[in-house]
């Protein structure tokens, strides 16, 4: 399995409930730009329900609901670039969309398969591009499951990188995420 395809598969994991949305999204981004290739564009239309009528669209059974119409709150189009990481298949939001003309690709929110170890692939992702971020994940992991993550994230991540030395790695690795900007690290700057 070459590199890209063992990434596509962790990332896939830890997208599916990412931990701490702002550090995993921008580093989300720096990895589809840098190791994915783009696969076009879908849009996704997201109906809300009215939560005051439960849908009905009316409030009692003589009064009409004042906030929603016929049972729906807010209906949205989104733009979602489309990437491809080996064989997966990512989404990411690039805006609004308004022509309503344009055909809708995808119904409602996309659900995502849950797993039991999207602590150890959030945190194998975030050793290999950014540190701050292995930190806060392991800040936010179980107390009763801390030693098994840390474990479980050192063996994916020799497995990500093919159990080649780190000093191996950080020669091929070109992108780290901080602070939602990429840039190139070197040697000194990783501080494993």
Known sequence: MDFAAKLGRVLAIA????????????????????YGSPDGEDVQKIVKICYSCAGSGMYSDTQECRRCI?????????????????????????????????????????????RSTIFEATAALAMAFDSSFYLKTLGSAPNERFGRIVDRSNKLFAWLVDGEPLQ?????????????????????????
């Open 168 to 192: 191996t790695w950080l020669s091929r690795c070109e992108v780290q995420v901080v602070r939602s900007r990429a840039q190139i690290i070197r040697e000194a700057d990783f501080p494993f």
């Open 15 to 34: 997208n599916a409930r990412p931990l701490s949305p702002a550090q995993f999204y921008p580093l989300k981004t720096a990895i589809l730009t840098h």
């Open 70 to 114: 016929d049972g729906i709150y807010s209906t949205q189009r989104f733009r979602l670039r489309r990437w491809k990481l080996g064989s997966r298949v990512f989404h990411q939001p690039i805006g609004r969309e308004y022509d309503e003309l344009r055909p809708v690709t995808i119904q409602g929110k996309i659900e995502h398969r849950r």
